[in-house]
Nanobody, 121 residues
Framework: QVQLVESGGGLVQPGGSLRLSCAAS????????MGWYRQAPGKERELVAT???????NYADSVKGRFTISRDNAKKTVYLQMNSLKPEDTAVYYC???????????????WGQGTQVTVSS
């Protein structure tokens, strides 16, 4: 089995910072793209940022210049540094990874359980 375990969410004031982490564990041969998505109440899940296996990144326009995605391949971990947080960043943040479990297997998508980020004074 493969698990993605997120950590680092919480309550922060506007203008503050948080760092999310997501560690993959289990039977893993290789990890392709990884990313972060978020879902606010009453809204659809949306892309926040993605990073390829060679560390090419992509960001939603709403977070460019404020959020930074990175990964540590040795630790099978992806991070999201969030600065200058705004109330509209409040959401459940989900980690995603595209993983191959064995050399002969297909790539599959996996999701974390989600971590709540609340930006409020």
């Amino acid at each position: 089995q493969v698990q993605l375990v997120e950590s680092g969410g919480g309550l922060v004031q506007p203008g503050g910072s948080l760092r999310l982490s997501c560690a993959a564990s289990g039977s893993i041969f290789s990890i392709n793209g990884m990313g972060w998505y978020r879902q606010a109440p009453g809204k659809e899940r949306e892309l926040v940022a993605t990073i390829t296996s060679s560390s090419n990144t992509n960001y939603a326009d709403s977070v460019k210049g404020r959020f930074t995605i990175s990964r540590d391949n040795a630790k099978k971990t992806v991070y999201l540094q969030m600065n200058s947080l705004k109330p509209e960043d409040t959401a459940v943040y989900y980690c995603h990874a595209n993983i191959r479990r064995a050399p002969w297997s297909f790539d599959s998508d996996y999701w974390g359980q989600g971590t709540q980020v609340t930006v409020s004074s």
